[in-house]
């Protein structure tokens, strides 16, 4: 229940948040980073809801496609199954690896999928930098997150 | 057992991938608005974001006072020679002022109907970043519907695209999906405004014979049936005469700070396209 708040007060101040103190595109994506601590900590159904839901809040609050954001935290959701195999899920190192991958698919699909149903956004080398960025500090940021949540006991006994 | 819950997971993913699909098809090539569910939870979720905008903002206001009174000995030194120019200055103003006054009654006279307006405060900025579009504190029950035009005091901010009771979602104007038709104000050149990122637009479909330039003033045309003829939507940057192409390349800097945007006015008038979808009904 506490990530599904921490998930929700991320999504309504990500804005504002992001608008003063660097560009959201280059943010660390907290939402990811907590589907795979959610996998981690409470298995693949309580990881499923929280991509579900949160991409639908997302959605509703984001000027963009609807089903948009939905379709990329269940990319996220993928991107842990296939990173788990590649990588250590219970060592921090591959816990970073882990989200770095599944934040670069999310916004592979992202492309994908603006380049199929919007006109107006095209690849661009600016994105890839975008994307290796957020997904690099997301990494990196993810196993500090990790530990936090642990320490405040928002783990299961 | 463990084939019955496989068998279960792969349903599961094959609904919510359905539904995912569903919801990206169901709004491609139009606009659609907050259904009943998604306004339900705006409207319990758009509170709690209402006062961490304000938490923030006051938490930003006391920082920036902090600051200010560390410089106040010297700003007072260097406002009391301003005060001295001012002064000259604000005499001419006061002749300005009194023709601009004739001018507006002038003004009133002629647009003796206007569309009333209602000032919103901005509680939420996109949370994607990809997007431009901000949640306002007034919705349906202030009189808001879709497709109403969105300013400032400085021009165009953008249209009401979703509404709930309270709260409303607006498409900026410097959103990639968001086209508003224009004229050059010098020129009458028209053409169509999009946003390219926060900063910079572009303007669309003006004719290469036209003789825009660099700082000349963008305005709404009035003809794409959202925005009133004559608001400002932004300053040229730059003009470029792409060989081989029909139209003018041109680059637009926003007429309003959309970095800074804090209070919106909404324009309230009939949604027309609306009208004509129930009139075609």
Redesign the interface.
Same mark, same amino acid.
């Given at each position: 229940m506490f990530i599904w708040f921490l998930g929700l007060i991320i999504v309504l101040i990500k804005g504002k948040w992001a608008s003063l103190i660097v560009p959201n595109q280059f943010a660390p994506d907290f939402t990811a980073i907590l589907i795979v601590y959610l996998f981690l900590y409470y298995g693949p159904a309580a990881a499923g809801m929280f991509a579900f839901g949160q991409g639908l809040v997302m959605d509703i609050y984001s000027g963009g496609l609807y089903g948009l954001f939905t379709l990329l935290y269940l990319c996220v959701y993928a991107g842990i199954y296939l990173g788990r195999r590649l990588f250590n899920f219970l060592d921090p190192k591959g816990q970073a690896l882990i989200v770095s991958l599944s934040v670069l698919l999310e916004k592979l699909f992202f492309i994908i999928i603006l380049t199929i149903f919007s006109e107006g956004i095209i690849f661009s080398c600016s994105f890839l930098w975008i994307s290796v960025v957020s997904a690099i500090s997301s990494g990196l940021i993810a196993p500090v997150i990790f530990s936090l949540l642990s320490r405040q006991k928002v783990i299961p006994v | 057992m463990r084939g019955i819950i496989s068998f279960y997971k792969i349903w /599961?993913g094959i609904i919510? $991938?359905g $539904?995912?699909? /569903?919801?990206?098809s #169901? &709004? #491609?090539g139009r606009e659609?608005t +907050?259904n009943s569910a998604?306004q339900l939870?705006?409207e319990v !979720?758009a509170p709690?974001?209402k006062l961490? &905008?304000q938490s923030?903002n006051s938490t930003?206001g006391f920082w920036y006072n902090y600051f200010d009174l560390i410089n106040v000995r010297q700003d007072n030194k260097h406002l009391h020679s301003e005060i001295d120019a001012l002064k000259m200055e604000n005499s001419r103003y006061r002749d300005l002022l009194a023709t601009h006054k004739r001018m507006q009654e002038l003004l009133k006279f002629t647009n003796s109907i206007k569309p009333p307006v209602i000032a919103a405060q901005v509680i @939420?900025?996109?949370? !994607? @970043? +990809? /997007?431009?579009?901000i949640?306002i504190d007034k919705g349906k029950n202030a009189g808001i519907s879709l497709n109403m035009p969105v300013v400032n005091a400085d021009g165009v901010v953008g249209k009401i695209?979703s509404t709930s009771p309270n709260y409303a979602?607006v498409?900026?104007v410097i959103?990639?999906?968001s086209s508003v038709d224009c004229l050059v104000q010098r020129t009458r050149d028209r053409g169509m405004v999009? @946003?390219l990122s926060a900063v910079i637009s572009k303007m669309d479909y003006v004719v290469k014979r036209s003789d825009v330039v660099a700082d000349d003033i963008i305005i709404t045309s009035g003809l794409g049936g959202i925005f009133p003829k004559g608001l400002p939507v932004g300053k040229v940057l730059n003009v470029k005469d792409v060989q081989g192409k029909l139209f003018k390349d041109i680059k637009i800097i926003p007429a309003v700070d959309f #970095?800074k945007l804090e209070e919106v006015l909404v324009i309230l008038k009939e949604d027309t396209s609306l009208n004509y979808h129930l009139e075609k009904e």
């Open positions: - | /599961f919510a $991938f $539904f995912v699909l /569903f919801l990206l #169901s &709004n #491609s659609i +907050w998604e939870i705006i !979720t709690l974001q961490i &905008n923030i930003r @939420g900025l996109d949370p !994607t @970043g +990809w /997007f431009k579009s949640i695209v979602k498409l900026l959103d990639q999906n999009k @946003g #970095s």
